[in-house]
């Protein structure tokens, strides 16, 4: 079945670490997103892609980053240097509907990432 | 800049009726309904379009007011199964890809 997997489900990191979490999605989709969810604060965009090879910031993209090397696979390194990392992220994905249809973004179960 | 959303949590019996507001300061292109069961994904519920139609969904339809940059989700005799947080996002421009959501409305329906 399409779908949008992300995984690991949880992770824990010790402050100082990096860690990678990672999105794929077969549903053909040209853009990908990645959230931050807090309790209280609903979704905030950190980064999105458009396409293969391009990513824009979001509104929280400080401590982030992120590549777009395949159109199905868009992983988000959170760094050491975002200093409050602990949330529940969501990877998500859309088409780009150039007919004014509006784009359905689909999102993964996505990952809960403590920092201990 | 996030939309706004009002009320942030309601509590409703079964059979009762309900309203969630969804309100941006800038123009917008098309406003994005989703529900989301705690620790699970958010659902898509419906997309509205500047200059579309009403949309509805058995008994969960929404409006977008362009003049005004906001949107409103209308739930009729709630079920139990309408519980969880609410979230409306919202696109400034056609074929602009970022999609911007509010801060979420958690919506409780008890027997």
């Known amino acids: 079945d399409g779908g949008i997997t992300q995984s690991p489900k949880y992770l824990f990191r010790k402050e100082g670490q990096n860690v990678t979490l990672s999105c794929e999605q077969n549903l053909n989709h040209d853009a990908m997103y990645w959230y931050r969810q807090d309790p209280g604060q609903g979704l905030r965009l950190i980064y999105y892609s458009q396409i293969v090879n391009d990513f824009q910031k979001g509104d929280i993209a400080e401590g982030y980053s992120v590549s777009r090397e395949k159109k199905e696979s868009f992983p988000l390194t959170v760094t050491s240097a975002q200093k409050n990392p602990t949330a529940f992220y969501l990877c998500?994905?859309?088409?780009?509907?150039?007919?004014?249809?509006?784009?359905?973004?689909?999102f993964g179960e996505g990952s809960w990432l403590t920092v201990v | 800049q996030q939309p706004v959303q009002s009320p942030q949590a309601v509590i409703l019996r079964e059979g009762e009726d309900a309203v969630i507001n969804c309100s941006s300061s800038k123009a917008l292109y098309s406003v994005h309904w989703y529900r989301q069961k705690h620790g699970e994904a958010p659902i898509f519920l419906m997309i509205l379009l500047k200059g579309g139609e009403q949309k509805g969904h058995d008994k969960i339809s929404a409006s977008f007011n362009e003049k005004k940059q906001q949107s409103s989700l209308y739930l009729t005799a709630s079920q139990l199964s309408y519980s969880g947080t609410y979230f409306c996002g919202t696109v400034l421009q056609r074929g602009y890809q970022k999609v911007t959501f509010g801060t979420g409305t958690k919506l409780q329906v008890i027997p």
């Open positions: 998500a994905s859309s088409t780009r509907p150039w007919d004014g249809s509006g784009n359905t973004i689909y």
